[in-house]
């Protein structure tokens, strides 16, 4: 039974809306999670799709909306600039950006918070009004994500870019026109700042090495219903040709593959059964591989997937982070947890983010045998490149995990430490956890269904 610490409503699950967020669980682990969440549109897309909506000359319809934070920050930015923004249906939300206008460097500041959206702006902003802010950019502490991408493709595109002490001001004196454009890097953000801003540029833009995630593609469906032309070659070739204007959409986002793997490793790490509702398989064939290698079972149906361990218990794996189609960087540390309860020796190969195994620091205190090799392991069948930043965790399990005290360092790894604390036996108090906020709907209540046993200090 979950209860709600210094509030007069205990027993049921508490607001989780952005003006009352809490800060604090404890939780008291050792029982299997069993029943069914749902998951909405990806964070991922969602936020892109919002930004998008500048690009329309009409009102854009975006349904199956999450109600979490980093849609609140987007929707705040939008409203700053004067985009107006309503709520539908459940999960819908309707933007119209007939009333656009410019923002300063310290409104854009106080409604960003910790996220790196504002830099999204830019392409569509120097479209509407001629130019565009950012102000010293946040987001999840998990290694170095440079801006220089984004600033190389607008500078291609036409953009002056000048910087100051409060952050970056680009404008656009003789307008933006199409660029040959290749990625040292497929970063997914760096794709989708082509495509904000080469949609509605003079001419042709060829982008090469772009990011192809399911989340990319979405967003170009999302720009072909407002009439971009956009083109899906071979080898991460996108070819789009610029339009002198745009319509609004209607469209339903991509279902939250994140946050499907984190209830998947959920149910994997406790030895519990979760049904995961609006789950698909296409999206989530590389996930599904490693669950079926670690010992971890599924069953596909119709309206989601449901997830659990195997007759036989987990074991152990050798996983390597990659861009898709490859395993994606936000699905290993849920996984890493998992893996803790695997028989055997396994190995995280994290090639994308140099800093992002940093979390598994608090599985140590909790009991975990993990050691992080912070320059790689050489050696071995490797399917993906060597990457100078990449790191390594060996993980020898299964080790019983039990109580700790433990504050959240960033999105996905404090999903983790949730995790291992409902894995655990005794209580484990974890901190900070506005942050998991960022990308997890309704989280308490999800957790009140899978019976887990927490407490919410507010």
């Known amino acids: 039974m979950k209860t709600l610490v210094g509030d007069a409503q205990p027993s049921r699950a508490p607001h989780e809306g952005p003006l009352q967020q809490p800060e604090i669980m404890r939780i008291r682990g050792g029982r299997p999670l069993r029943g069914r969440v749902e998951v909405k549109g990806a964070k991922n897309l969602v936020t892109k799709a919002m930004v998008a909506a500048l690009l329309g000359e009409t009102t854009s319809t975006l349904r199956d909306v999450p109600d979490i934070s980093d849609v609140n920050v987007v929707r705040s930015l939008l409203e ?3 985009v107006t923004v309503d709520d539908g249906d459940e999960g819908t939300l309707h933007l119209d950006p007939s009333g656009a206008v410019s923002a300063h460097f310290e409104e854009i500041d106080a409604h960003a918070g910790a996220s790196r959206i504002p830099i999204l702006f830019c392409g569509p902003l120097l479209h509407l009004l001629g130019e565009a802010y950012i102000p010293d950019l946040g987001g999840c502490r ?14 291609a595109f036409g953009a002056v870019v000048e910087k100051s002490y409060e952050g970056i001001r680009l404008s656009a004196p003789g307008g933006l026109h199409g660029a040959d454009i290749r990625l040292p890097y497929p970063s997914v953000g760096a794709t989708e700042q082509v495509l904000l801003t080469a949609v509605r540029a003079e001419g042709v833009t060829e982008l090469r090495n772009a990011a192809i995630e399911p989340e990319i593609m979405d967003l170009i469906a999302v720009l072909q219903k407002m009439g971009a032309i956009i083109s899906y070659e071979p080898n991460r070739v996108l070819l789009i040709e610029g339009v002198e204007s745009l319509r609004g959409y209607d469209h339903r986002a991509i279902f939250d593959r994140n946050e499907a793997a984190s209830w998947a490793a959920a149910a994997l790490a406790t030895d519990g059964e979760i ?5 698909k398989q296409q999206a989530m064939l590389t996930f599904l591989n490693v669950v079926r290698k670690v010992g971890g079972d599924f069953d596909i149906r119709e309206d989601g997937i449901l997830f659990r361990r195997g007759e036989r218990g987990l074991r152990a794996v050798t996983v390597e982070t990659d861009v898709h189609p490859g395993f994606m960087t936000d699905w290993q540390q849920p996984l890493t947890v998992a893996l803790t309860q695997a028989h055997g020796r396994s190995i995280v190969h994290e090639t994308v983010y140099e800093n992002r195994l940093g979390f598994t620091d608090a599985l140590v205190k909790m009991g975990a045998d993990i050691v992080v090799h912070p320059h790689g392991l050489e050696g071995g069948a490797r399917r993906v490149p060597r990457r100078e930043l990449e790191q390594a965790a060996v993980i020898n399990g299964p080790t019983p995990l039990h109580g700790a005290d433990v504050v959240v360092p960033d999105l996905r790894g404090g999903y ?3 995790i291992a604390a409902l894995a655990a036996e005794g209580e484990s108090t974890v901190r900070n956890i506005g942050i998991i906020r960022r990308g997890y709907e309704k989280l308490f209540a999800k957790l009140d269904h899978l019976q887990a046993d927490f407490d919410v200090v507010r």
């Open 275 to 279: 049904f995961v509702g609006g789950a």
């Open 142 to 155: 998990i290694g170095d994500r440079p801006i220089n991408f984004h600033m190389d493709a607008l500078r």
């Open 416 to 418: 983790s430490y949730v």
């Open 80 to 82: 700053v600039h004067g």
